[in-house]
Every structure is written in C-alpha cells, then in structure tokens.
C-alpha cells in the first residue's frame, strides 16, 4: 500500500524568508503524480501544485516549487517570499495514474508565518 | 462559475442515529469523491462516483455508503453512527476521471454525542 509521509507537524517562517516543508511516499509503482495542497483555516483544500512522476523537471508556480527526487521517493515544496496568507495546513498527497480521485494524504504541516 | 458546495456545514447527531451529507459539483464535472478528515486518522478517501457508479472505495465499513445521481450531485449517508464517525466529511469535483484538478468543497463538520 501506498503512504504518504510528512515529518513536520508545525513550521515557523518569518515573512519574505524562504520555507521547506518535506515529504516522502513509498510506492511500487512506476506512474504517478504528487500533489501539495494548502488548507487554510476556512478549511477548503486548494491546490497549490503538482508534479508528475515522469517528468524530471520540478514544478514551479509562482512562489511555490518542488524538489522531486524520484529515487529517494522526496517530494519538497519551497514557499519562497512567504505571505501572511500562506499560513495554513499543507498536505502532501499521491495517486496512481488511474486511480481516479483517490488521494493518499499525508498527515500534514501546519505552517504558521511570522510578521 | 460556483465552487463545490456542500450541505450542511455544521450538524450535531446522537450515537445510532444516521446522516446524509450532500455534494453539488461544480457545473460540468461529473467525477465526484469524498474524504473524510480527522485529528487522528487525518484525510482519507471514502468513495468516488463517476455517472452514477461508484468507482472506487476506500476502507471503510458498509455504514458509509453514498450515490451520485444523474445530474452529477452526490450524497453520502452514514447509518448507525458511531462516536468515531465524527469528523469533516469533504467532497471533491473533477470534470473525468482522470483529466482535471481536483476543487473541494468546505466541506461538512458531523459531531457525533
């Protein structure tokens, strides 16, 4: 079975400074994708990025990029330029190819941001 | 173009008692799933409707079930509730299957007493 692991329970950053929040999956599988969702206190679970298992290049969007490393089965997300309205839980999840929508989740990091 | 929307936000059951939670996709998505989210379990994965089948389950007992029906809307209805069973349910669209960011909804907050 699938898990998906985040060693993090809580992370601190200061404003504008660059934060990492880590997480590892073990898997048998070949194709997947990898996903960070950010949850906010308001609760809706919003996307903030996702990779692909094929490709070798790491995700960017806007401040948020990941750190894939395939063979040691890591999935990073760096929030550069952290915002006040980043605080939130982030989620690092898995799926297979044609698993459809069902997620494997990790357990979560509560980022706060410091002003 | 509305979001995921869930109904209710907030309810409160006794022990035995049963729940229907109802999800309206966003318009056009027809792949319907839900997760449930606890402190201690933390997200997991309930079931996935797709044009009114169910198409895939997550581990859990046969108190949980769900449906979707034609226009897409699901529900899912808990029997026998359990202290445990309390929890926020959240149900999430896409427009396929496999093609298409997943968008949750604010999901339902059951109290069980």
């Known amino acids: 079975a699938q898990t998906v692991t985040q060693s993090q329970p809580e992370m601190s950053v200061q404003e504008a400074e660059t934060v990492t929040l880590s997480c590892t999956y073990d898997?048998?599988?070949?194709?997947?994708?990898l996903f960070w969702y950010k949850q906010p206190p308001s609760r809706q679970m919003i996307l903030v990025i996702r990779?692909?298992?094929?490709?070798?290049q790491n995700a960017t969007e806007n401040r948020f990029s990941v750190n894939f490393q395939k063979a040691a089965k890591s999935f990073s997300l760096k929030i550069s330029d952290s915002q006040l309205g980043d605080a939130a839980m982030y989620f690092c999840?898995?799926?297979?190819?044609?698993?459809?929508?069902?997620?494997?989740f990790g357990g979560g990091t509560r980022l706060m941001v410091k002003p | 173009k509305a979001g995921v929307t869930q109904t209710p936000r907030y309810l409160i059951k006794t022990r035995g008692q049963q729940v229907t939670l109802s999800c309206s996709p966003i318009?056009?998505?027809?792949?319907v799933s839900w997760y449930q989210q606890t402190p201690g379990q933390g997200l997991q994965f309930l079931f996935e409707?797709?044009?009114?089948?169910?198409?895939n389950k997550g581990n859990f007992p046969g108190r949980f079930s769900g449906r979707q029906f034609s226009n897409s809307r699901s529900e899912m209805n808990v029997s026998t509730l359990e202290l445990g069973d309390s929890a926020l349910y959240l149900c999430?669209?896409?427009?396929?299957?496999?093609?298409?960011?997943?968008?949750f909804g604010e999901g339902s907050r059951l109290t069980v007493l």
């Open positions: 990779q692909e298992a094929y490709k070798q």
């Open positions: 999430a669209s896409r427009q396929m299957m496999n093609t298409g960011e997943l968008f």
């Open positions: 318009s056009g998505h027809r792949s």
């Open positions: 409707y797709f044009s009114e089948t169910q198409r």
């Open positions: 898997t048998s599988e070949s194709d997947y994708y």
């Open positions: 999840a898995y799926r297979t190819n044609n698993a459809g929508n069902m997620l494997t």
